[in-house]
C-alpha cells in the first residue's frame, strides 16, 4: 500500500541521520513505513533529526513555557489556552470581543510552534535563532521527558503536560490518519494500528510510558510540571483553568475572566472558525481541520470491541499500577 502523501516528508530520511538509523531498532508501522526506537520511544526519522538538533541546540529560558504532549491529546487546545490566558487582554468583559485574538486569524497550531516540527524541522533552519522572540516564549513538543534537551528540564521553565483515556487517544490518532487517506487507499485498518498502539509503536509512543514518565515527574516537581488530564477540563473546565492559569503565574481574579477564555478556545469556536475550516498548516501541508474532530470524552466506545477494550485496559492496569493514574 502507498504512503499516505502526508508521511512522506516525515518518513523520509536525511542524509545525516542515515548512519543513526541503521543502529536502531526499526519497525515498520501498519505494513506501510518505517519507525525507529531511540532512547525507548518510537519516532518517524524526521521527528528524530528534530529530537535531536532540539537536543544540540534549544536553550530554554527560565521564563519560558513549554507545552508537552502525546499526539492526540489535547495539544491544540493547551495551544490556543496558554497564549489566551499569558497575552490575552485581562479583565476583558465582552465576550464576543474578537479584535484582540489572534485565534481568528491563525490557527492554533501556529500560534504556538512544536519544536520537532515546525522550529527544528526538516524544512527549516536546524539551529534557528529563537533569542528574538519575545518572553515569555511558549514552545510545543511531543518528546518524552527522556529526551528532553537538559536545559528544559533544568532551568525554571515551566512544563504544561496534557494526557487523555489512551482509548480516545488511540480512535483520535486512527481517524487523523485516516483523514489524509485518499479514496483508492482506504482506511487504515484498525487492528493493525490498534496492535501497533497497544506494543507501543506509533510516534513518540508507548504512550502509557510518555504519560507515566511525566506524572511522575509532575509529583518530584510539582511546580515545575503541571500534569493535566482532558477529561478533567472537560468536565471540571473553570477550575481546571484556573489551575492552569495559578501555575502559569497569571491567576484571575474574576469569573468572567475564566469564561472569556474558555469560550475563546472552545472547541466549537475554533472549529468553526474560517481559518480552521480551510486554511492548511504550512510546515506539514495538513488541514487546520484535521485538528478539530469531535472534541469529546468516551468516543472510543463508536469503535472498540470489547476485546480491545480488555486489553488496552490490562495495559493499563500492568503499566499504571501503584502510580496513582488509572484510566
Ligand atoms: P478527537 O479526535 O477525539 O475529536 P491534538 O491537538 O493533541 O492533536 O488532539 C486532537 C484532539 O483534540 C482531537 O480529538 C480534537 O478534536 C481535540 N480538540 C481540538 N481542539 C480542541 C478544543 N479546543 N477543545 C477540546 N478538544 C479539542
Redesign the pocket.
Known amino acids: 500500500m502507498a504512503t499516505p502523501q502526508i508521511l512522506m516528508c516525515l518518513t523520509t530520511s536525511a542524509s545525516s541521520i542515515i548512519p543513526l538509523l541503521s543502529q536502531l531498532p526499526k519497525q515498520t508501522r501498519i505494513e506501510e513505513y518505517d519507525i525507529y526506537q531511540w532512547e525507548g520511544f518510537w519516532y518517524l526519522p524526521a521527528h528524530l533529526e528534530g529530537a535531536l538538533a532540539i537536543r544540540s541546540h534549544f536553550e530554554a529560558q527560565d521564563d519560558d513555557v513549554i507545552i508537552i504532549?502525546p499526539?492526540?491529546?489535547?495539544?491544540?487546545?493547551l495551544k490556543?489556552l496558554i497564549p489566551t490566558i499569558l497575552n490575552g487582554p485581562r479583565g476583558c468583559k465582552n465576550i464576543d470581543d474578537q479584535e484582540d485574538d489572534p485565534l481568528v486569524k491563525i490557527t492554533p497550531q501556529l500560534v504556538v510552534l512544536t519544536l520537532e516540527d515546525q522550529i527544528f524541522s526538516v524544512k527549516n533552519d536546524r539551529n534557528p535563532d529563537l533569542s528574538t522572540i519575545p518572553s515569555p516564549r511558549i514552545f510545543h513538543t511531543h518528546l518524552p521527558y527522556t529526551s528532553l534537551p537538559n536545559s528544559i528540564k533544568n532551568s525554571k521553565c515551566k512544563i504544561v503536560y496534557i494526557s487523555r483515556n489512551p482509548k480516545?487517544v488511540f480512535?483520535?490518532l486512527w481517524?487523523f490518519m485516516n483523514y489524509h487517506r485518499d479514496d483508492k487507499q482506504g482506511l487504515f485498518p484498525i487492528e493493525k494500528a490498534f496492535d501497533s498502539f497497544c506494543n507501543g509503536v506509533h510516534f513518540f509512543g508507548p504512550y502509557f510510558d510518555h504519560v507515566l514518565e511525566y506524572w511522575k515527574k509532575s509529583l518530584d516537581s510539582p511546580s515545575k510540571i503541571l500534569f493535566l488530564k482532558y477529561e478533567e477540563m472537560k468536565s471540571d473546565s473553570k477550575n481546571e483553568l484556573r489551575k492552569l492559569a495559578l501555575f502559569l503565574g497569571r491567576p484571575f481574579v474574576e469569573d468572567e475572566e475564566v469564561e472569556n477564555v474558555l469560550w475563546k478556545?472552545?472547541?466549537e469556536r475554533?472549529k468553526n472558525l474560517e481559518v480552521n475550516k480551510n486554511g492548511i498548516e504550512p510546515h506539514s501541508g495538513l488541514a487546520n481541520s484535521s485538528?478539530?474532530?469531535?472534541?469529546?470524552v468516551g468516543?472510543w466506545k463508536n469503535s472498540f470491541t470489547p476485546e480491545m477494550e480488555e486489553r488496552i485496559n490490562g495495559i493499563a492496569r500492568l503499566k499504571f499500577e501503584g502510580s496513582g493514574l488509572d484510566l
Not at 499526539?71 to 487546545?77: D, N
Not at 485538528?291 to 469529546?296: D, H, M, P, Q
Open positions: 504532549s499526539p492526540k491529546a489535547g495539544t491544540t487546545w490556543a480516545d480512535v483520535s481517524h478556545c472552545s472547541f475554533l485538528f478539530f474532530r469531535l472534541g469529546t468516543d
